[in-house]
C-alpha cells in the first residue's frame, strides 16, 4: 500500500517569504508527526497531531511556525518569514493510532533559504 | 532533558561479521524502543522495534533491551555491504504527547 506521502520534495525560497509543506499519512493512520532534520544533526521532533488535535505545541522552534491537520488526515506545516536557519529535510512520519507503535516516515521536504 | 546517545562511528565490519551497535537513553520512563536505517539522503527506515527486556530477533536482525541499564542494542549478523547506512536509535515514553527522541546514529560501513 501507500507510504507516507510529502510534497513538494525540495523547496528552494528566498529568506523571508512564506512555505507550507505538505504531509499526507498512510491510510487508517491517526497519529502524525513532523520532524527537522539539519545537516548533520539528528532529528528534532517538532509536533505530534492524534486525529486533528496536537495536544502540545512547544516543539515548534518559534511562532514562525505552524502545523494543522485536517480531516484527520492531511497535515500541513506552514512556516512564516523564513530564515536561513529553518534550512532543514523536513519529515512527516505516521503510525497507527499512538505514540508508541512504530513510526513511518516519508521521504521529506528538503528546504533551502537562500 | 531526554537524551539517546550513540557512538557516531564510523563502526567498520567485515562483510559477514556480526555489526553490534549501542544505545543508552536517560529517561528511565521510555517505554517504547526503534531501531532505524538511513541511507545518505534518505529518510529513515524502520528496522526493529522492542518493548520488554531480553531479545528480540526478525532475520539478521536482533534487538536487545535493558531497562534497568538503560541500554538498547541492535545486532546485524551476516553483515552485507548493503548494511552500510547510518543507524539510528529512538526512544518514547509513551501516553504522552511528544514524538521520538532520536540519536545522531552510528554510521555503519561493510567492508567487502
Known amino acids: 500500500g501507500a507510504g507516507v506521502s510529502q510534497s513538494p520534495s525540495n523547496k528552494v525560497t528566498e529568506k523571508g517569504k512564506d512555505v507550507e509543506l505538505r504531509c499526507d499519512p498512510i491510510?487508517?493512520?491517526?497519529?502524525l508527526y513532523w520532524y527537522r532534520q539539519s545537516l548533520g544533526q539528528g532529528l528534532e521532533f517538532l509536533i505530534y497531531f492524534q486525529g486533528n488535535s496536537a495536544p502540545d505545541k512547544s516543539g515548534l522552534p518559534s511562532d514562525r511556525f505552524s502545523a494543522e491537520r485536517t480531516g484527520g488526515s492531511v497535515s500541513t506545516l506552514t512556516i512564516q518569514r523564513t530564515q536561513q536557519e529553518d534550512s532543514a529535510v523536513y519529515l512527516c512520519a505516521s503510525s497507527l493510532n499512538r505514540v508508541d507503535q512504530p513510526q513511518h516516515f516519508g521521504d521529506g521536504t528538503r528546504l533551502s533559504i537562500l | 532533558q531526554k537524551e539517546v546517545e550513540q557512538n557516531s562511528g564510523p563502526l567498520s565490519v567485515p562483510e559477514g561479521a556480526i555489526a553490534s551497535l549501542n544505545c543508552t537513553y536517560s529517561d528511565r520512563g521510555s517505554q517504547s524502543f526503534f531501531w532505524y536505517r538511513q541511507y545518505s539522503g534518505k529518510s529513515p527506515e524502520l528496522i526493529m522495534s522492542?518493548?520488554?527486556?531480553g531479545d528480540k530477533e526478525d532475520g539478521r536482525f536482533t534487538a536487545q533491551l535493558n531497562k534497568a541499564s538503560q541500554y538498547v542494542s541492535l545486532l546485524i549478523r551476516d553483515s552485507q555491504p548493503s548494511d552500510s547506512a547510518t543507524y539510528l536509535c529512538a526512544v518514547n515514553r509513551g501516553g504522552g504527547a511528544d514524538g521520538l527522541t532520536f540519536g545522531k546514529g552510528t554510521h555503519l560501513i561493510i567492508q567487502p
Open positions: 522492542i518493548y520488554s527486556n
Open positions: 491510510s487508517g493512520h491517526t497519529a
